[in-house]
C-alpha cells in the first residue's frame, strides 16, 4: 500500500509561518490528488487545501491568501506553506494522497497527523 509521512508540525506565535510536508511511498504508479486536512479538538475534520496532478489547486475560505499548497509531482511529495499563522488555525494536521497502486488498483491513503499550534 501507500504510506504517508507527514513533517514540519511544531509550535508558533502568532503572525509565524511553518511548512508542512508529506511524502508518500509505495509502489505508486500516479497520485491524482494530495491534501491536507485538519482536525482541532471537538471539531470535525475539515479540507485545508488539496491539489491535483495538473496543478488544480482548492483551499478552504479561512486559508485563502495566507496558505499555499505544492506539490513535487517526481518526489511524491506535498507541501503546505503557512503563513500569518492565528490560534484558530491550531489543529492536527493530516495529509492524504488519492490515485492508483502499479497494479492499477486505486488507493486512498491518510498520513499519521502532525500537531500544529499557534499561540497568541
Known amino acids: 500500500q501507500v504510506q504517508l509521512v507527514e513533517s514540519g508540525g511544531g509550535l508558533v506565535q502568532y503572525g509565524g509561518s511553518l511548512r508542512l510536508s508529506c511524502a508518500a511511498s509505495?509502489?505508486?504508479?500516479?497520485?491524482?490528488?494530495m491534501g491536507w486536512y485538519r482536525q482541532a479538538p471537538g471539531k470535525q475534520r475539515e479540507l485545508v487545501a488539496v491539489?491535483?496532478?495538473?496543478?488544480?489547486?482548492n483551499y478552504e475560505d479561512s486559508v485563502k491568501g495566507r496558505f499555499t499548497i505544492s506539490r513535487d509531482n517526481a518526489k511524491n511529495t506535498v507541501y503546505l506553506q503557512m503563513n500569518s499563522l492565528k490560534p484558530e488555525d491550531t489543529a492536527v494536521y493530516s495529509c492524504?494522497?488519492?490515485?492508483?497502486?502499479?497494479?492499477?488498483?486505486?488507493?486512498?491513503?491518510w498520513g499519521r497527523g502532525t500537531q500544529v499550534t499557534v499561540s497568541s
Open positions: 492524504n494522497a488519492n490515485g492508483r497502486l502499479a497494479t492499477m488498483a486505486t488507493f486512498a491513503s
Open positions: 509505495g509502489i505508486i504508479f500516479s497520485i491524482t490528488s
Open positions: 491539489i491535483t496532478s495538473g496543478g488544480n489547486t
